[in-house]
C-alpha cells in the first residue's frame, strides 16, 4: 500500500491549493481516506474524510466552507481543495487510508499513511 501527497506550496494568506493523494495497493475497493495536518509544535488534527463506496465526506467544523474533499476513485486519488488559508495553517499535510469505508476523524483507524507534503502561509 502507498500513499503519495503533491500539491504543498508556500502561498499567501487568503490564498489556495489542492493537494493530491494518489492512492495504491488496497486489498479492497472500499476504503476511506483523509486528510490531517500537523502544524509546528502542534498535535496532528483531522481535517476531511471521503469513504470510496458511497463517495460520503465529512469535514471538520473549523473547515466547513474552506477545505472540500473530493475524489477521482477510478484513478485512486483524493483531493484536498483549501480556499482562504490563514498564515496558522502552516503545516505538513498528510493522507492516510482506513481499511475500512469508515467517516472517522481518529487518528488510530487509520493504518497507512503518506509521507506528507509542506503547506506554508505566508501573513
Known amino acids: 500500500v502507498r500513499l503519495v501527497e503533491s500539491g504543498g506550496d508556500s502561498v499567501q494568506a487568503g490564498g489556495s491549493l489542492r493537494l493530491s493523494c494518489a492512492a495504491s495497493?488496497?486489498?479492497?475497493?472500499?476504503?476511506?481516506i483523509a486528510w490531517f495536518r500537523q502544524g509546528p509544535g502542534k498535535e496532528r488534527e483531522a481535517l476531511s474524510v471521503l469513504v470510496t463506496d458511497d463517495g460520503d465526506t465529512v469535514t471538520s467544523d473549523s473547515m466547513k466552507g474552506r477545505f472540500t474533499i473530493s475524489g477521482d476513485i477510478a484513478q485512486n486519488t483524493v483531493y484536498l481543495q483549501m480556499n482562504n488559508l490563514r498564515p496558522e495553517e502552516t503545516a505538513v499535510y498528510y493522507c492516510?487510508?482506513?481499511?475500512?469505508?469508515?467517516?472517522?476523524?481518529?487518528?488510530?483507524?487509520?493504518?497507512?499513511w503518506g509521507q506528507g507534503t509542506g503547506v506554508t502561509v505566508d501573513s
Open positions: 495497493g488496497f486489498p479492497s475497493d472500499d476504503y476511506a
Open positions: 492516510a487510508e482506513s481499511d475500512g469505508p469508515l467517516l472517522s476523524f481518529t487518528e488510530s483507524e487509520y493504518t497507512y
